[in-house]
Structure formats: structure tokens, C-alpha cells
T-cell receptor, first 115, second 112 residues
Framework: AQSVTQPDIHITVSEGASLELRCNYS??????LFWYVQSPGQGLQLLLK??????LVQGIKGFEAEFKRRHSSFNLRKPSVHWSDAAEYFC?????????????FGAGTRLAVHP | NAGVTQTPKFRVLKTGQSMTLLCAQD?????MYWYRQDPGMGLRLIHY???????AKGEVPDGYNVSRLKKQNFLLGLESAAPSQTSVYFC???????????FGPGTRLTVT
């Protein structure tokens, strides 16, 4: 069965420090992978996505993620965190019958940023 | 474009009451989805639709019904609310399968 694991429930970093959020997936075929961000009281906003091609994908707000098939991972990175990055981050894999019309989400990682 | 909108934003129900959540999108998307979000569990798919007049069950469909009579609207119904349905409900839409899903702002539902 398809699944997504985000091992870190909470992460705290200092403003200006680098960030890596981990995501591991289980899926039988080549996955469609996504990272979403949710600010408090808001809906989800897409940060970036991987469908095929270059395994390093760039997203909005200075985020990037690398698809590593051997490790079944799609970790999210940012070289220098800003206070406004404090939010909850969700990794998701696209799955479905004959297509990718359903998203399976991880439980999320809540990021706190210290000034 | 308003994107994806949800009505209402908040609601409190008593056990056994019924209600309908409305999702509307103005992007001409074929696919629409209803998720629930609970602490520590991420988002779980309740039902989805691949086009007007079609619906399908997701991961946690029990206790919910849906309808997609118009392409732009996707309704989620609770016929007899239970405390276990206390959650934040998100609607999303996408242009095609595998495409980016656009999310609404959510509906916070409390069942007492």
C-alpha cells in the first residue's frame, strides 16, 4: 500500500540556519511527489512537485527537494530559513487507479523558527 | 479568480444533526476532492470526483456522502453527525490527474 512517512513531528531552527525536512514514501511505481506548506488557519499551498526528469526540483520561497529513488526519499531543503517559514509542511505522493488523482499525505512536520 | 472556496468556515453540530459543506471552484477543474485533517494524521481523503456527475470513495468515506451535480461544485454531506467527525475539512481541485491540487481555506467542524 502507498504511504508517506515524515519522521520528524516538530523541528526548531534558528533564523538564517539551513533546513532539511525528511520524507520517505512507499509506492510501487514511479511516484508523483509533492511538498505542501500550511500556515496556521490556512489551506495548503504547493511548494514544489516532482513528476519526472531532473531529480532536484526547485520550488517557491527558496525551497528545493531532491528525489532519491534508491532511498525512497524526497527531502525538502532550504539554505537559509526566514521567520515567515514557520508553518506545517506536508509531503505527499500521488497514487490511484490508473493515474495519480489521489494524494497520500504524510502526518506533517511542524517547523518553528527562533529569531 | 477566487480559486477554491468553502462554505461555511466554522460550524458546531450536535450529535445526530445533519449538514452539507459546499466547495466551489472557478478554475474549470475536472477533479475535486474532500479531505479531513486531524492532528498527527495529515490529510486523509474522504471522497473524490473525476468529473461532473461522478464520485468515488477515498480512504475514510464512512459517514459521509458527496454529490457533484455541477462541475464547479462538490458537496460533502453528513447525514448524522458523530463526535468522531470533529475535524477540519478541506476541499481541493485539480485540472487533471496527477496535477497540482489547489486547496480551499478549510471548514472547522465541531460535533458535540
Amino acid at each position: 500500500a502507498q504511504s508517506v512517512t515524515q519522521p520528524d513531528i516538530h523541528i526548531t531552527v534558528s533564523e538564517g540556519a539551513s533546513l532539511e525536512l525528511r520524507c520517505n514514501y512507499s509506492y510501487g511505481a514511479t511516484p508523483y511527489l509533492f511538498w505542501y506548506v500550511q500556515s496556521p488557519g490556512q489551506g495548503l499551498q504547493l511548494l514544489l512537485k516532482y513528476f519526472s526528469g531532473d531529480t532536484l526540483v526547485q520550488g517557491i520561497k527558496g525551497f528545493e527537494a531532491e528525489f532519491k529513488r534508491r532511498h525512497s526519499s524526497f527531502n525538502l531543503r532550504k539554505p537559509s530559513v526566514h521567520w515567515s517559514d514557520a508553518a506545517e509542511y506536508f509531503c505527499a505522493v500521488g497514487a490511484g487507479l490508473g493515474g495519480y488523482n489521489k494524494l497520500i499525505f504524510g502526518a506533517g512536520t511542524r517547523l518553528a523558527v527562533h529569531p | 479568480n477566487a480559486g477554491v472556496t468553502q462554505t461555511p468556515k466554522f460550524r458546531v453540530l450536535k450529535t445526530g444533526q445533519s449538514m452539507t459543506l459546499l466547495c466551489a471552484q472557478d478554475m474549470n477543474h475536472e477533479y475535486m476532492y474532500w479531505y479531513r485533517q486531524d492532528p498527527g494524521m495529515g490529510l486523509r481523503l474522504i471522497h473524490y470526483s473525476v468529473g461532473e456527475g461522478t464520485t468515488a470513495k477515498g480512504e475514510v468515506p464512512d459517514g459521509y456522502n458527496v454529490s457533484r451535480l455541477k462541475k464547479q461544485n462538490f458537496l460533502l454531506g453528513l447525514e448524522s453527525a458523530a463526535p468522531s467527525q470533529t475535524s477540519v475539512y478541506f476541499c481541493a481541485s485539480s485540472y487533471h490527474r496527477g496535477g497540482e491540487q489547489y486547496f480551499g481555506p478549510g471548514t472547522r467542524l465541531t460535533v458535540t
